[in-house]
């Protein structure tokens, strides 16, 4: 098939950038989306011009990294990443544009690569959960019920890779963040520290410029990983909580204190 | 209080406000709406209920106290939901600084009313000043001598009503602000609910159905009073 493509081209963090066409004849539908971008590079590449830079990693559906917004749909028309999307999905004769996440804590480094270290920071901030090191727990020492690990698991598929803040009209990060949250309040072992790790992740949520949500559901509508609605409520509940349960705000860990104290 | 400032300092703070503020908002216009049907009672029923409101609360509020409580109440309300509303959309416009050049909404159609809550909420605003300066104060959409200020201790709140949609430019507004209202309690009370950590997987359907059936009620009833007069169902007692 042969397609058109309107990709975006920007230098650096500090340059603006702009939409640049491509024609790309003789593409095989069985190729997934990426494959096709490797073939236009490797065209570029001969012609002597500048490959279109652009992330991916594990090409499998796993690693998150592969995050395009492909006709104004994060990961385009499947559900699904953008490494799992084939080029079936499209006709011959398309034009597809191709943008970068965008996001103002997303900052694009080159083309279509984004950097999504503001992730990072939020789960730096309490995605996690603090244990002593000491010998291994017991097996099934903790018990668990199955709707508890279903829900949790369910939340726990999230892979980072962005798209929901990608898609919202508001720029938020209320998935993301909800489903990490989600995870850990929905398992015993993520008890103790509930509460502070709700306030601590929604503050470094928004310090990072992310927009508040006002229930689109244009995330969960892209999600690869199907994470529901479900986990913003929930990340909401347990805010409102936190503020009747614990007051202050308290970093965690080991050494946690309260207040900056 | 600390807890209360700290959570009001996240966006989902200020999400909980527009909830529990819409919340209030919510029980005021499906009770308004309510006591707006008894103009189908006749002009002596319509009357005697604006009469009886000023009394509400008796014998433990004395006369108009429990009246301008509520006003307060709602004034406030109204207040901390716009401030919150702005103060979110600003958040929300500089999150994405350059945007898509081809934007896809995936989301069904029915949704359309996510998309109006913030113009709908302006055209609201408007409505509710116009509605004040209107019915409750007789200064707009009236030929002389045709509203009677129920402030005097007589109450022609009938007639009020009728003179007022008899002016069909504005029973077109009064309907067109009361489907703005309808889309906006849509919405809003599903995302309140979400707002609230409320709603879930198993819930989300039946909390959709709720909204829907209290956006259509109290909308349709509203609606119903200019049409009737329009029509002349409802004429001048
Ligand atoms: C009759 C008056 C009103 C009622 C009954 C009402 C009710 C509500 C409710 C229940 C919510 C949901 C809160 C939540 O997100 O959890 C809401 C949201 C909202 N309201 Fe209102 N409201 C009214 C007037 C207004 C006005 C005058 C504005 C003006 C700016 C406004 C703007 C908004 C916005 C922007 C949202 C958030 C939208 C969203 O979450 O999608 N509302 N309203
Ligand atoms: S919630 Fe879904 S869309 Fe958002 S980062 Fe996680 S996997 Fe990606
Ligand atoms: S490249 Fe890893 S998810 Fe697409």
Redesign the pocket.
Known sequence: MDLRLRIWRQKNKNTTGKLVTYELPGISPDMSFLEMLDVLNERLIEQGEEPVAFDHDCREGICGMCGLVINGVAHGPEVTTTCQLHMRHFKDGDTITIEPWRAKAFPILKDLVVDRSAFDRIIQAGGYISVSTGGTPDANAILISKESADAAMDAAACIGCGACVAACPNGSAMLFTGAKIAHLSHLPQGQPERYDRVRNMVQAMDAEGFGG????GECAAVCPKEIKLDVIARMNGDLIKSTFLSSGTRKMGPNATRNGK | MTGVMTLYQTSIGK??V??V???I??G??FVHMFGNLKIYSGPVALNEYAEQLRYLGKPIFGHEQLLWIARVVLLGA?VM??TS??Q??MQSNSSRPLPYSVNTRTQPAYRYA?YT??W???V??LF?IFHLLHFTFGVVGYSSGQFVNPHGGVYEVYNNVVYGFMNPIVSIFYIAAMIA?GL??Y???W??????GISNEKVSGTLRGFAAALALVIALGNISIPIAVLTGIIGLS
Do not use: P
């Open positions: 949500c006002t229930n689109y | 999400k909980v527009m909830a503020t819409g919340a908002l919510l005021f216009v109204v939901h716009i509303a702005v979110l959309t996510s809550m913030r709908g909420g302006v609201l605003f509710i209202l906006h309690i919405h809003g009370t995302s309140m609910f979400q707002t609230l």
